[in-house]
């Protein structure tokens, strides 16, 4: 009797589940009614004008942040430029799609149509190279890469390359002044992700912020400024190995900090000022990317410097399609008419709700010296370790800058 | 409840294990199913307990011809099984045990049940503790628990499967009392069993199997030949055999001193001479069991010195053991004996010398094992898996891996669970080896063996050793009452003369 | 009932078990409102539609061949060799540190690769052996000990790969500086894949085949694995054949590890170990441990794998589904395994 039953209901399953099968092409016309404005029809139809762009995106498309803004930005490409169509592959990283590299993927994108291929990380490098040189006819644009920089270290001509970064350090020039402008026990918290050149410099230009808002718009001794790094050893937590964030955070908060200006990819330290502001604590705390961090914890949020890539990828894209393309290394600063301008504006910042408005008026002063031509990276400046790296009045060249091989003195924390 | 086979018949692939069995069983009565191991007594009984379906024929309970599905429709009928191991969850008390199985009610009253349990097992003068842990059961205790279990679960008809294996003379005797009232009370009590004595004893007519056939049924009083010859159709006379001791000294004992908890057993001098035969008798848990395992070097002694063929081996490993001579032979065959999962020409290729090549030479170890099979008359072909052996075929298998040119073999139980014919066989085999010079020690529960096999006899009593016993000098009322832990007075003065004499 | 029934009656319920995996992927499918068969038929397309596609099926199919073999050893003797993930990670750490030594060096790139090989298998054996004499001396179950060891493992790679072994100036998720060409093991044309890999893996099928099926150790490590206590008593020694299963697959995972690094990545990379591991168990337990369907599930498994790359980027959908679907296979294949027994058993 058993076995019968068992017999039947097996059965009945697989018969339904082919049926199931079978039937869903002729039943349904599939309409996407409840999914969020997408733009593009998802069967690939070749039309004879269309440019097909594609993307390889290291994290997920909606993670709020690095990933997030550059699948904005293509979306930002089709609406200003008709006859254009985005296909982009997520999680791009050997963690999530095992055996597979950003090479193999983008030739993928490519079977799909893609004429152009985004690659959105620096950890692509070695692929984005190997995939630019395998072929000639795709043109390539490698956000945060330096290998068509003819004068930097890593050059590799590549005529279908372009190379594209914003001028982050000028947000985060921004973010220093803001945490100076507001930190009461004059100490700034930097949670660090890993140690590299990148990383370096954003902090030191961090730094060279606050360090001038502190003296220059609030008058204290530059010796009483305290501006710590900590670095966590990547962009996220990932438990055992690297610090916990979490933790970094506290520690920062139990002695005495009381601004966190982020670097890392999560939203740790927003949480952590909140908590803490809600105990009584006045924590704030600087996130990190995207647009829209802030939301996060607005109350906590000072601001944020962020990535806008949309109008380098129109200019670029606006390019191969006319055959006016170029290889080009790009650093690109903000827009200094309007640093928030998504039309214009590689970087900018965004300040949020916990900015105070009397703040508000002497970060927009410095908003304004920096656009007048305000340049901090100029000597005396010395290294960490108290060799000089700038004499009196020199000023340091993109080289130099982008390179970074060393944190400035004044600063606490490890450089390497 | 009166119960009729009609026409039953069993396949398992090419095994026709019940032909066209017909019979019926009245209530009230204890009826026994008689047969030696794979005579298809435990195929009938499934059949009647719904573990599995004929391929043709009928039960007929008290007129109605019924088709039983599982074991909880014959339940549902009133037919429950005892079977060899009972089917119990250990980490359970009795009382959850109990009532396990019982359908609805979810909201227990313990407390009622309890008074319940206790009223019915008073009838069978069984005295369980109903909060105790079933794991801390005997065998016995645990069938106990199982039959009041079945009982209030409305059983009529009780059907035991090799009841007798596996418990102690007492609790023999209090099942057999409990089965006794049972077919007073009406209910119907079938009986299975390959033991001669213990239907004997209790069973008002018995209905003999031999391969899968009904070949009579007898009424009490009963014609021990006439049984003998229906189970093997052939008359079997049981002669003690001759001693082949000889007078070389094969392993030692010296001072041995072994902590087993709660066991622990002092001072055992003791030498093996080539040939001879040991048997180590006691209650179960006496210490017999940690003192064989003591000489297979699988329990390390605090103290003293086992001696194999002149090398002192104490505290060496059971391999090292395995390579001096020294063969063990577990009660639980499959669980320490065998491997559960491999055939019997993988088992011979696992224990030949063979073994340091690199391939195995598959058409060697098929000839191999059937010439083995041949030899020791197992019933089962080179690539059957061994737990699919009857019992005393995995024994003869088990016995056949040992290596022929052993000093002593140690066994526990050698024939528990065995039929006759098995068990005769075995011994048979055993003997061989004893004229090639091999020594026995063993383990039986059943005296009569003990007495009839052994040149000396070992008796065990909580952990106290007595001096070796001659078998010859030795009755089974005087062995019997030694085991239960009388005359021991007797014996430890012997122990001190014995001590005497061998300190002087 | 006859074998060859009882054969056909199993296979019956494997396809079974993979309807059912189909159908439930459909079922999930149609609830978020995507077409099964677009589906199934840009699975299919995206693992055999070029010859590029191909390739890059078998360059995942080596390491999931090469891990299974070894796993099948170690749950041949009854133990679950979770540490497998770690085993391989210490092989491509080691086979790396050989090649970096060497780098620089006259000495010839072959002799480094195949040096760097043999290193990388005996460092999954040391995990491995690690493991197991945690096991067998310290009575830490080996799930236990091997997902410690695991987690130390990936703690290293990442810690070699940003600290002592990170890119001049630039510690990367992309990890270490990749080799010069002549230290990678050479390509098919300008496939990804290597006709040297795929001659190991084959190898590896051929000795892990016959080792299990053939030989007395592959036999004395069944006898372990079905009843340690019996395989004592009859004479083997138990302890050290657990520690010689756990030393033979970590071999294997050890040359899993040195061909992501020689073969497929040039270079030492945080996730080496690619979740390979875990796969070659899930692929282990869904074949019943028999070496003959090695070959087959693997090459279904690294087309899913590589087929479903299509389905985020033609259908937007979630980048998870093909583990979905990858699980819900081991699941109702296993489950249609215990209504087999449940069904066959009771005749």
Redesign the interface.
Same mark, same amino acid.
């Given at each position: 009797?058993?076995?019968k039953l %068992?017999?039947w209901v /097996?059965t009945v /399953?697989?018969v339904?589940?082919?049926i /199931?099968?079978a039937c869903? !092409?002729s039943a349904?016309p599939? !309409?996407?009614?409840e999914?969020p404005a997408?733009v593009e029809e998802?069967?690939?139809v070749e039309e004879p004008e269309e440019f097909v762009f594609g993307m390889l995106l %290291?994290g997920p498309y909606n993670d709020r942040g690095w990933s997030q803004a550059h699948h904005e930005a293509g979306e930002y490409v089709m609406e200003n430029l008709p006859g254009t169509r985005m296909?982009?592959?997520? %999680?791009v990283? $050997?963690?999530?799609?095992?055996?597979? $590299?950003a090479a193999?993927?983008a030739?993928?994108?490519v079977?799909?149509g893609a004429q152009l291929v985004v690659f959105n990380?620096?950890?692509?490098?070695?692929?984005a190279v190997e995939f630019t040189r395998?072929n000639p006819d795709v043109y390539v644009i490698h956000a945060s890469g330096d290998s068509v920089w003819a004068e930097g270290e890593n050059y590799v001509p590549l005529p279908n390359m372009v190379n594209v970064m914003g001028e982050m350090e000028y947000g985060k020039m921004i973010a220093g002044c803001d945490a100076a402008l507001h930190t009461q026990t004059g100490s700034i918290g930097y949670l660090g992700p890993?140690?590299?050149?990148?990383t370096r410099r954003l902090v030191a230009s961090s730094y060279l912020g606050a360090q001038y808002c502190w003296e220059n718009y609030l008058g204290n001794d530059p010796a009483d400024l305290n501006f710590r790094v900590t670095w966590i050893?990547?962009?996220f937590n990932?438990p055992?190995?690297t610090e916990d964030p979490t933790q970094v955070a506290n520690e920062f908060i139990n002695t005495g900090v009381d601004v966190i200006i982020s670097g890392i990819d999560t939203t740790e330290a927003l949480v952590e000022a909140r908590k803490a502001t809600g105990e009584g604590n006045q924590v704030y705390a600087i996130p990190y990317d995207y647009v829209g961090a802030c939301d996060e914890a607005p109350e906590v949020c000072l601001g944020v410097p962020w990535y806008n890539w949309g109008p380098a990828y129109l200019r670029h894209i606006t390019s191969a399609m006319n055959g006016t393309w170029e290889s080009v290394f790009e650093w690109l600063p903000p827009d200094w008419g309007d640093i928030n301008n998504h039309d214009t504006t590689a970087i900018g910042y965004v300040s949020g709700p916990g900015m105070s408005p009397d703040n508000e008026a002497l970060l927009q002063q410095f908003i304004d010296e920096l656009a007048g031509g305000l340049n901090l990276w100029v000597g005396p400046l010395n290294f960490q370790d108290g060799t000089t790296f700038l004499a009196e009045g020199q000023e340091a060249t993109d080289h130099e800058i982008w390179?970074l091989?060393q944190l400035l003195e004044g600063i606490e924390g490890r450089s390497e | 409840m009166k119960i009729g086979f009609n026409q039953i018949n069993k396949h398992f692939g090419e095994v026709h294990a019940n032909v066209d069995i017909n019979f019926n069983i009245q209530s009230g009565m204890i009826y026994g199913i008689l047969g030696e191991n794979g005579a298809g007594k435990s195929t009938l009984m499934k059949i009647l307990s719904g573990f599995i379906q004929p391929d043709s024929g009928e039960i007929v309970l008290d007129g109605r011809v019924v088709e039983i599905e599982s074991p909880a429709d014959a339940i549902k009928f009133g037919i429950g099984m005892l079977h060899q191991d009972p089917l119990d969850f250990p980490p359970m008390q009795v009382i959850d045990n109990f009532i396990a199985g019982q359908e609805g009610g979810l909201l227990l009253k313990h407390k009622g049940i309890i008074r319940e349990f206790k009223a019915l097992q008073e009838q069978f003068g069984f005295t369980l503790d109903p909060e105790a842990y079933v794991d801390t059961l005997t065998v016995g205790e645990r069938q106990q628990l199982e039959i009041l279990r079945l009982l209030w679960l409305g059983a009529r008809v009780l059907i035991l499967d090799e009841p007798t294996t596996g418990i102690s003379v007492q609790q023999k005797e209090k099942l057999f009392a409990a089965l006794r009232v049972l077919a007073q009370q009406e209910k119907t009590v079938v009986f299975v069993s390959h033991k001669l004595e213990d239907v004997e004893v209790l069973c008002d007519k018995v209905a003999v199997l031999r391969n899968g056939c009904l070949v009579g049924e007898v009424e009490s009083p009963f014609d021990t030949d006439q049984l003998v010859e229906l189970m093997f159709g052939k008359l079997i006379i049981l002669k003690d055999p001759e001693s082949v001791s000889g007078d070389e000294i094969v392993f030692e004992l010296q001072n041995l001193y072994i902590e087993q908890y709660p066991i622990t057993i002092e001072n055992v001098n003791f030498r093996l001479h080539a040939g001879e035969v040991i048997g180590l008798a006691g209650m179960e848990g006496s210490g017999q069991d940690v003192l064989l395992r003591a000489c297979a070097g699988l329990q390390r002694p605090v103290s003293g010195r086992v001696i194999v063929n002149g090398e002192d081996l104490t505290g060496k490993n059971y391999h090292e053991f395995i390579r001096k001579g020294v063969g063990f032979l577990p009660a639980s065959r499959l669980e320490e004996g065998l491997v559960p999962g491999l055939t019997l020409a993988e088992h011979f290729t696992v224990t030949s010398d063979e073994k340091q090549k690199l391939f195995i030479d598959k058409t060697y170890f098929r000839s191999l094992s059937e010439q083995m099979i041949d030899e020791y008359r197992i019933i089962g072909r080179p690539d059957t898996p061994v737990e699919s052996l009857s019992g005393g075929n995995q024994q003869r298998a088990a016995l056949s891996l040992l290596k022929d040119s052993l000093s002593i073999i140690l066994l526990e139980h050698p024939t528990r669970g065995l039929d006759m014919e098995s068990s005769i066989y075995m011994w048979d085999k055993l003997r061989e080896r004893c004229k090639r010079g091999t020594s026995i020690f063993f383990i039986s529960a059943d005296l009569d063996e003990v007495l009839r096999y052994s040149d000396r006899i070992l008796v065990f009593f909580s952990g106290r050793v007595s001096k070796p016993q001659d078998s010859a000098a030795i009755d089974l009322d005087q062995l019997g009452l030694m085991i239960g832990g009388k005359g021991w007075e007797q014996e430890i003065a012997n122990e001190e003369t014995y001590e005497a004499i061998s300190n002087a | 009932m006859k074998p060859s029934r009882t054969r056909n009656i199993s296979i019956l319920f494997q396809l079974g078990g993979l309807v059912l995996a189909f159908g439930f992927v459909s079922l999930i499918l149609l609830l978020i409102d995507a077409d099964p068969i677009q589906a199934f038929s840009l699975l299919w397309e995206g693992a055999v539609g070029n010859t590029t596609r191909i390739a890059s099926v078998f360059v995942v199919w080596v390491p999931i061949v090469l891990v299974t073999c070894g796993v099948l050893v170690t749950f041949t003797a009854g133990l679950w060799n979770i540490g497998i993930e770690g085993q391989i990670t210490i092989g491509a750490i080691f086979t790396t540190g050989v090649i970096r030594m060497f780098l620089d060096t006259p000495v010839n790139p072959v002799l480094v690769i195949i040096l760097s090989m043999l290193a990388g298998m005996l460092g999954g054996a040391l995990w491995a052996v690690l493991a197991g004499v945690l096991k067998v001396f310290s009575g830490v179950n080996e799930i236990f000990g091997g997902l410690g060891l695991n987690f130390i493992a990936t703690a290293l790679n990442i810690g070699l790969i940003f600290g002592a072994w990170s890119r001049p100036g630039v510690a990367s998720m992309s990890g270490t500086e990749p080799f010069p060409e002549v230290y990678w093991l050479p390509t098919f044309q300008n496939f990804r894949f290597s006709w040297y890999s795929i001659l190991l893996s084959v190898i590896g099928l051929v000795v892990i085949y016959f080792l299990l099926q053939g030989t007395h150790f592959g036999l004395r490590l069944k006898a372990v694995g079905k009843s340690i206590k019996s395989a004592f008593r009859l004479g083997i020694t138990t302890w050290q054949h657990m520690l010689l299963a756990f030393l033979v697959c970590g071999v294997f995972a050890g040359l899993a590890g040195a061909l992501q690094v020689v073969a497929v990545y040039h270079r030492l990379i945080p996730s080496i170990s690619s979740g390979y591991g875990f796969m070659g168990l899930m692929i282990g337990m869904l074949i019943n441990y028999q070496a003959i369907w090695v070959a087959p599930i693997a090459l279904f498994f690294a087309a899913l794998n590589i087929g479903g790359i299509q389905l985020p980027i033609v259908m937007k959908l979630d980048s998870a589904l093909t583990g979905v679907l990858q699980g819900s296979l081991v699941l109702f294949v296993l489950l249609m395994q215990g209504v087999k027994q449940r069904v066959l058993g009771k005749q």
């Open positions: 009797m058993k076995k %068992v017999f /097996l /399953l697989m339904s589940a082919l /199931l099968t869903q !092409p349904e599939a !309409p996407p009614a999914e997408q998802p069967e690939p %290291v296909i982009y592959l997520d %999680v990283n $050997t963690a999530d799609r095992p055996g597979t $590299t193999q993927l030739e993928e994108l079977q799909q990380s620096d950890d692509m490098k070695d692929d395998n890993l140690i590299n050149e990148e050893g990547f962009w990932i055992g190995f390179y091989p | - | -």
